[in-house]
């Protein structure tokens, strides 16, 4: 899932922080150069890191105009911190779960399956969504147990 917080924007600007994971880095680059354009060179400074990240550096003084993030716990205590001001935070994305492994993996058709597996890796729960959303997974499937002997 992915959160923004995008305040009204005065178009005269001539220069607009925005914070967002790494995963939406080309998407965001090729946007930003085209409304860029479009709006008589309107500049954005970039910042990608991991929504923990951008909380913390927003925290620290780091002036974000537009963030993107993708981890509902860390858009919430940016609401709380007033780090962005939740009347302009909403999702606009939601994630899907997937498995991606070698080709002696191909028999991985379920969660279960991951037991036959020598080794797994997922991104590190606490700063990468997609490694809490893995890890969400693997509790509620109730191979967590199995998992940690192997």
Do not use: C
Not at 4 to 22: N, V
Not at 80 to 105: H, K, Q, R, Y
Not at 116 to 128: D, E, N, R, T, Y
């Amino acid at each position: 899932m992915l959160f923004f917080f995008f305040p009204p924007l005065a178009l005269d600007a001539a220069e607009i922080a925005l914070g967002a994971g790494a995963g939406l880095k080309n998407v965001l680059n090729e946007l930003s150069s085209v409304f860029s354009v479009n709006t008589h060179g309107v500049k954005f400074t970039k910042n990608f890191a991991a929504s923990g990240v951008l909380a913390k550096q927003m925290e620290s003084g780091l002036p974000l105009y537009i963030v993107f993030v993708a981890n509902v716990e860390w858009m919430d205590y940016m609401k709380e911190m007033m780090l962005v001001d939740p009347a302009t935070a909403d999702s606009f994305a939601f994630n899907t779960l997937v498995f991606a492994g070698l080709p002696e993996a191909v028999n991985v058709h379920s969660i279960n399956d991951l037991l036959k597996l020598q080794k797994i890796a997922i991104g590190s729960p606490k700063p990468v969504p997609a490694g809490a959303y893995a890890l969400h997974a693997i509790r509620k499937s109730g191979i967590e147990k199995e998992l940690e002997k192997s």
